[in-house]
């Protein structure tokens, strides 16, 4: 059976960096192994999720290139569930449980003044009839819990190798809410069994609901996937990204004109030990997917890394690539400025520079005026730039930055930019001469 993964988001809010780096490595392994990636929308939690939320990260999936092999809805799947749910009460694992969220708190802090562990000492099996009967007539519904094993779960972890986590540590999971609605883990498992997944990438904080999810694959007579957990990120210093993934949403990225593939090449390789390198398209980063490449040690997101893969991307993409986001941008323009942008939008103010109309910054009018005089004939090409300052540093004597500087500012307004000899063609000779004579 080909390896299935899947993308598991909840939609109560958008995609920031670290959801994408979750989706963007079982993408990845699921390319390189012709197998299928999955979305799969955890959404039973109907007051927060929302379909505007779905398109969203929907939108932003496809920006990034993740495209997917198929979808679900775990708010389609109720009838799963309460199959599943039957199940295991019929053998015992699923069992009701009366106790308030106050005597739980109560619970646990006894427990904690005694210096034990504040896990949940399974009072409900104790319950008779009788006592279940009593609290029904005062209006009491029960909440779920899982059975454990209460024995140690061994995995072999794509990234941590052998991990063991003795379930006899943890709390009885709740599974089902007073209400009836679900938590987390149980669909969460259903819905990796009946879809045949085959492998399971995310991040380090979900160790311990794998223990529990082993002991739960195994009571609803399945086989669990294979697991991987990476080091979750931080910032740049060492901080904790969930405070500042406001910041880093992935459709705030791409308002700031950065590259999808900037996003893709950092986030494949952030934390491994490969080299971070600006990749133009998805190819090469599947073909090079090595789980076993992650580390441990927490992986820093630094945005100024992002930043500078950007730039670099940009200095690859061919004109055919991005003519249709920088209208009026010959390919010439391109060309030129391409090598000086961080952004393909900055095309767009190079064009400014080169048609106008623009301020000219003049720094010495008369030296300019000069150099007016001493333009070269047409046509102009890119020996149109060498030829006029070899004949104003001939007339006037200046050489270097003194030669050079004033007459960038005066065409271009900046104090540094791409090469003169090839703006200079596409300024032309009358908004040329109509800036070094603009006083």
């Given amino acids: 059976m080909s390896v299935r993964l899947r993308f598991a988001p909840s939609p109560t809010g958008f995609l920031h960096v670290g959801n994408v780096r979750t989706a963007l490595v079982n993408f990845l392994f699921a390319r390189q192994q012709g197998g299928i990636f999955m979305l799969r929308f955890d959404d039973t939690d109907p007051e927060r999720s929302t379909d505007a939320f779905a398109d969203a990260i929907e939108e932003d999936l496809r920006w990034l290139g993740l495209k997917w ?20 009460k019929e053998s015992g694992r699923l069992y009701p449980c ?14 904690l003044s005694r210096g034990k562990p504040p896990v949940y000492e399974r009072g409900a099996l104790a319950l008779t009839q009788a ?11 029960p909440h779920w819990r899982f059975r454990l094993n209460q024995r140690p779960v061994t995995w072999q972890d794509g990234v941590r190798g052998e991990v063991t986590f ?14 009836g609605s679900l938590l987390y883990t149980l669909p969460s498992c259903v819905d990796d069994l009946d879809h045949h997944v085959t492998h399971v990438f995310r991040g380090e904080d979900h160790v311990t609901n794998t223990a ?25 210093g060492g901080e904790g990204l969930s405070k500042r993934a406001g910041s880093l949403a992935i459709r705030d990225l791409r308002g700031q004109g950065l590259e999808p593939m900037a996003i893709n090449s950092l986030l494949a390789r952030i934390g491994t030990s490969d080299p971070i390198e600006p990749f133009t398209d998805l190819a090469p980063l599947v073909y090079g997917f090595d789980v076993t490449k992650f580390g441990r040690s927490a992986a820093r997101f630094d945005p100024h890394e992002l930043e500078v893969l950007n730039a670099r991307i940009v200095h690859q993409l061919h004109y055919a ?34 048609e106008g109309p623009m301020q000219p910054v003049i720094e010495d009018a008369e030296f300019l005026r000069q150099a007016a005089e001493l333009l070269p004939p047409l ?50 000779p009358k908004r040329t001469r109509e800036r070094l004579i603009s006083t």
């Fill in 379 to 428: 046509p102009w090409g890119e020996e149109a730039w060498g030829e006029w300052t070899g004949a104003v540093k001939q007339a006037t004597g200046r050489k270097g930055r003194a030669l050079f500087h004033p007459l960038r500012l005066a065409l271009t307004g900046r104090e540094q930019g791409p090469e003169m000899k090839l703006l200079l063609p596409l300024i032309g």
């Fill in 131 to 141: 006592q279940k009967d009593g609290y029904a007539a005062q209006g009491r519904a």
């Fill in 212 to 236: 529990v999810q082993v002991e739960l694959f195994e009571a609803l007579g399945g086989a669990p996937p294979q697991f991987a957990h990476f080091a979750l990120l931080t910032g740049a």
């Fill in 98 to 111: 009366w106790d308030t969220p106050q005597e739980l708190e109560l619970r646990r802090k006894v427990l």
């Fill in 166 to 179: 003795d379930t006899a540590t943890l709390s009885d999971p709740v599974l089902v809410r007073e209400d």
């Fill in 69 to 88: 092999n198929t979808s679900s809805h775990q708010s389609h799947r109720q009838d799963a569930y309460d199959d599943a749910i039957a199940r295991l």
């Fill in 321 to 354: 690539n991005v003519a249709a986001r920088i209208p009026g941008v010959s390919e010439e323009l391109w060309e030129a400025v391409r090598p000086n942008l961080t952004r393909v939008s900055d095309a767009l103010d190079w064009l400014k520079v080169a």
